[in-house]
């Protein structure tokens, strides 16, 4: 199953929106930090949110430079032998600088994005924002792949 290459802007947005599950990786010296987070792709950059206190904070206080990816499994493809089995998908890479968003209109806001992405028709409470850190990814460069044939 060859591999593509995906630079078409609309297509990366859409894998972006469809994505369910994130993965940021940051580092700190030379300790690496992966972890899974709900996220909002919006106005070209992602957006997260977490406690006021952990170990993702530590990492991006020291190192605000991440890389976050999205992985979208579009079908799995049972060929005759290991070889030519395979998974049709769409993957992308987003760099970029994290930022700690203190506004309180833009943390509401986000807030709202990830509560229709996740919990549709909830509600945000304001008090509820002074218990979370809003996170926002300024992307700075953009890599996908896909592999949408199939073997034969």
């Keep these: 199953m060859p591999k593509q290459i995906i630079e078409e802007p609309a297509l990366i947005q859409d894998v972006l929106a469809r994505g369910m599950v994130g993965y940021m990786a940051m580092a700190k010296k030379n300790e690496p930090y992966v972890v899974p987070l709900s996220y909002v792709a919006k106005n070209g950059n992602i957006f997260i949110h977490c406690a006021l206190k952990g170990r993702k904070l530590e990492f991006l206080l020291e190192n605000p430079r991440v890389c976050f990816a999205v992985h979208q499994v579009d079908e799995i493809h049972r060929g005759a032998t290991a070889c030519t089995s395979g998974i049709r998908y769409h993957s992308i890479l987003a760099f970029g600088?994290?930022?700690?968003?203190?506004?309180?209109?833009?943390?509401?806001?986000?807030?709202?994005?990830?509560?229709?992405?996740?919990?549709?028709?909830?509600?945000?409470?304001?008090?509820?924002?002074r218990t979370i850190q809003v996170i926002e990814i300024v992307v700075e460069k953009v890599t996908g792949k896909r592999n949408v044939t199939r073997a034969r």
């Design 97 to 129: 600088q994290a930022r700690f968003v203190k506004d309180t209109q833009v943390k509401m806001e986000v807030c709202r994005w990830l509560a229709e992405k996740y919990a549709p028709g909830t509600i945000v409470d304001i008090e509820e924002l």
